[in-house]
C-alpha cells in the first residue's frame, strides 16, 4: 500500500507542472486577452479556462467545486466569465493555447508513448462524486500527442484534487481552514496562500477555529495533532487518487514517469511555474 500511495503521490509531482502551464503561458494569456478576458492579472482567466468543461457554471457551482476560493472572489469573475466568451470558445482557446505553448517549450522532446500511457490512466478515473474530473473526462480527446499528454495530466490532477476535497471534508476543514492548517505544517507562507481571496479577518477566525480544536498554536504553528491531521488528510488524498495508477499497474506507471521527466523538466525550466504555490508539491507526510 505504501507504495501504491508513493506512485500516486510521484506521478501528481510529475503531472501537475504539466497541466498548470495553462495558468502562466504567454500562450494562454494571449488567447485570453483575445476571447475578451482582462490579463492584468490571472484570475478572469483562470476561472474560465479551469471552469469551462462544466459548461456555463454559476459562482456557487464553480466555489464548491474550487473548494479554496473566497466565494466572494469566485463571484468576481464567474458567471460573468461566460458573458465574454461561451465554455465553448474557451475550450477552443485554451486548447489553442495549450497547443502553441507545448510546440514552443518541448522543441523535439517525443511524447507519443507517455500520451498513450497517461491517456490509459486517465480513461481508467472513477468519477463517481468528482465533478471536475468527469467534466473533464467527458471532453473529446484531441489528436496530437502533446494535447493528448496534457488532456490526461489535467484529468488526473482533477481527479486527484476532487479527492482531497473529500479528504478536508472528511477532516472537518472548511475551505479557509484548509488553507490556514496547510499553512501552519510550513507548505508555504501564509501570504502566498492570500491569493486565494480570504480575508485578514477570514483567516484570523479560521485559526482561532483550528486553535480551539487544539491544530494550531497561539502563532499558527501545527501541534502535534494538527500535524497528524494534515498526514491523514494528503495520505487519504493519494488513497484515492491511487486507483487510476493501480490500473495501469506499476511497470507501465513506472514507464511513464521516465517518459514525463523530461516534458516536466520542460515545464519546471520554463521559469513560467511559481517557485511555491498553495499545493505542496513536493512535501513528504509522515
Given amino acids: 500500500m505504501a ?10 509531482w510529475l503531472l501537475e507542472p504539466v497541466h498548470a502551464l495553462l495558468y502562466y503561458a504567454p500562450e494562454a494569456f494571449e488567447q485570453a486577452e483575445e476571447l475578451g478576458y482582462r490579463i492584468d492579472e490571472r484570475w478572469p482567466s483562470y476561472f474560465a479556462w479551469r471552469s469551462a468543461p462544466l459548461g ?24 460573468a466569465a461566460w458573458e465574454i466568451a461561451s465554455p465553448e470558445r474557451v475550450l477552443a482557446a485554451r486548447a489553442s493555447a495549450m497547443d502553441r505553448t507545448f510546440r514552443r517549450l518541448l522543441d523535439g522532446v517525443p511524447v507519443a508513448e507517455a500520451a498513450k500511457l497517461a491517456r490509459r490512466a486517465a480513461e481508467a478515473v472513477d468519477t463517481a462524486g468528482r465533478p471536475l474530473a468527469a467534466a473533464n473526462a467527458g471532453l473529446p480527446w484531441p489528436d496530437e500527442p502533446h494535447l493528448v499528454l496534457w488532456q490526461a495530466a489535467t484529468i ?32 508555504a507562507p501564509a501570504e502566498v496562500f492570500a491569493s486565494r481571496g480570504w480575508s485578514d479577518e477570514q483567516w484570523s477566525a479560521a485559526r482561532e477555529r483550528l486553535l480551539s480544536r487544539g491544530l494550531v498554536d497561539a502563532e499558527g504553528a501545527a501541534t502535534e495533532s494538527g500535524r497528524r491531521l494534515r498526514a491523514e488528510v494528503e495520505r487519504r488524498t493519494d488513497e484515492l487518487a491511487a486507483g487510476p495508477w493501480r490500473e495501469l499497474g506499476e511497470a507501465s506507471a513506472g514507464a511513464l514517469a ?15 511555474l511559481p517557485a511555491r504555490s498553495t499545493l505542496g508539491v513536493g512535501m513528504q507526510f509522515a
Avoid: C, T
Fill in 258 to 272: 521516465e517518459l514525463v521527466e523530461p516534458v516536466f523538466g520542460k515545464a519546471i525550466g520554463s521559469g513560467l
Fill in 156 to 187: 488526473l490532477r482533477e481527479h486527484r484534487g476532487d479527492g482531497h476535497v473529500s479528504a478536508l471534508l472528511n477532516a472537518g476543514l472548511d475551505p479557509v481552514e484548509a488553507l490556514v492548517s496547510f499553512a501552519s505544517v510550513g507548505a
Fill in 3 to 12: 507504495d501504491e500511495l508513493g506512485l500516486a503521490r510521484r506521478m501528481w
Fill in 56 to 79: 456555463a457554471a454559476g459562482a456557487e457551482l464553480v466555489a464548491a467545486a474550487f473548494y479554496s476560493f473566497d466565494p466572494q472572489l469566485v463571484r468576481e469573475h464567474v458567471p
